[in-house]
């Protein structure tokens, strides 16, 4: 009962490192080293796409927190970097003129 144990036990591992084995020599070939590297970028541009979001979420928030701010302590309304940053149509016209001349 023994030798059927360890017997079991062998084959386990044999099939086991064999399996290893072949993963580790498969990933060392140019098309496992392309896969690897290209899954690295894709987790990188995923990643930075991800703290850009939360940097922008940040800002949104801040920005509002310091509105609010301006706004209790002189009376006025301060517009969003959006509307500040914002072409107004009327001026298009005046614009397109300027530039013709």
Request: glycine share 14%; charged share 25%.
């Amino acid at each position: 009962m023994k030798r059927l144990f360890w017997l079991g036990v062998g084959v386990a591992a044999g099939v086991y490192g064999s399996r290893r084995a072949t993963r580790a020599a498969q990933s060392l070939t140019p098309a496992g080293v392309g896969a690897n590297l290209a899954d690295g970028l894709r987790e990188l541009g995923a990643g930075l796409g991800a703290f850009g979001a939360e940097v922008r979420a940040g800002m949104e928030s801040r920005e509002q927190e310091l509105a609010e701010m301006v706004e209790r302590r002189t009376g006025q309304s301060v517009p969003t970097f959006a509307d500040a940053v914002a072409e107004d149509p009327a001026l298009r016209p005046q614009r397109a003129r300027r530039a013709g001349r």
